[in-house]
Nanobody, 118 residues
Framework: QVQLVESGGGLVRAGQSLRLSCVASGNVLKSTVLGWFRQFPGKQREFVARQDSGGGTMTADPVKGRFTISRDNARNTDDLQMNDLKPEDSAVYYC????????????WGQGTQVTVSS
């Protein structure tokens, strides 16, 4: 079991940037892969981004070209750099351990709120 703590959210204006941090602890393996998800009010969580097999960032279409993941295996951190934020990016952002099929586990942290004003 991996415990996850998200941080770095806040209130920003459209066009600004934020860097979210995900710190993993517990049963963290070298093969552990973390991904980012977000939840809009009244909606289910949806995939945002993950590190791909080549070390790059795989992102959902709405954030493509704007969001990037930085993985630090030594510190068990997985940061989400969010650039050119838009009001439609406003959501609670979560990280989670990804399983072999890339789906998240059922264990979620508290998340961090991102609010983009316009």
């Amino acid at each position: 079991q991996v415990q996850l703590v998200e941080s770095g959210g806040g209130l920003v204006r459209a066009g600004q940037s934020l860097r979210l941090s995900c710190v993993a602890s517990g049963n963290v393996l070298k093969s552990t892969v973390l991904g980012w998800f977000r939840q809009f009010p009244g909606k289910q969580r949806e995939f945002v981004a993950r590190q791909d097999s080549g070390g790059g960032t795989m992102t959902a279409d709405p954030v493509k070209g704007r969001f990037t993941i930085s993985r630090d295996n030594a510190r068990n951190t997985d940061d989400l750099q969010m650039n050119d934020l838009k009001p439609e990016d406003s959501a609670v952002y979560y990280c989670n351990e990804l399983q072999v099929d890339s789906s998240p586990t059922n264990y979620w942290g508290q998340g961090t709120q991102v609010t983009v004003s316009s």
